[in-house]
């Protein structure tokens, strides 16, 4: 999670003291000044928007920031997915290159398909899957 620096106010990710200044999600008007120096995620809304948390005297749930890809691709793949990799959008995060991703399961196998994300605009970007 993130929480705010007493020393300059800044706000920083808890594991490594870096600013949140490369991706933040900070909801309308916060943080609010003196509303907590801790990061909750409102999840009532589908933006998983952040606001500002007491945290000094409870014990709150958390959530882990994903280091950023090194190297993300810029074409479709070829070969098929790895089971526990992640399938990333060629020229995510703005995305305009129509993939398939062909999953091969050998016969009374079943597979499990969990989507942890998925940003489709309406009319533009679909998931099939049968």
Known sequence: GAFQSKEDNSWK?????????????????????????????????????????????????????RYGYSTLPTECPIDAPIEGKDIIAPGFPIPSIPCEYIILVEANYVVKLEIIALEANPNVDFLEIY
């Open 13 to 65: 990710w808890i594991d490594d003291n870096r600013n949140v200044s490369n991706y933040n999600n900070f909801a309308g008007v916060f943080p609010i000044p003196g509303g907590g120096n801790c990061t909750a995620m409102l999840t009532e809304s589908p933006m998983a928007e952040w606001i500002n948390e007491d945290c000094d005297n409870q014990k709150l749930p958390f959530i882990c920031r």
